[in-house]
């Protein structure tokens, strides 16, 4: 059996899109690229409360981006901003409060 690899503890997992399907300018690397700076800024890179983060070439959608995904939640953000991406890092990843808006799809559980 392979050694597992360690893993610290997290809150949630948000992907971005940087494909060019959903974002002809591919708007999604910039966002990408700031996403970081937005987490430290919050609190958000480490510890229990630590955001995971990761971009993606194609999310399956394929219009209306750039597209956002976070997870456990399975909360999907449609046409982000920079202004948005704010207020999703500061609002829903940092406060729990979804911004409802944007959102285009969310997850369905089995309950
Ligand atoms: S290219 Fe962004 S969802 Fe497919």
Redesign the pocket.
Known sequence: MPAFPAMEPYSRHMLI?T?????PERR?RALYARLSELLEREGLLFGPTRVKRGET??????AG???VVVYPEGIWYAGVTDELLERIVVDHLKNGRIVEEAVFHRLAFDS
Do not use: A, M, N, T
């Not at 070439?57 to 394929?62: D, S, T």
């Open positions: 899109c494909g060019e399907s959903c974002s999604g070439p194609c999310l399956g959608v394929c981006g750039p597209i």
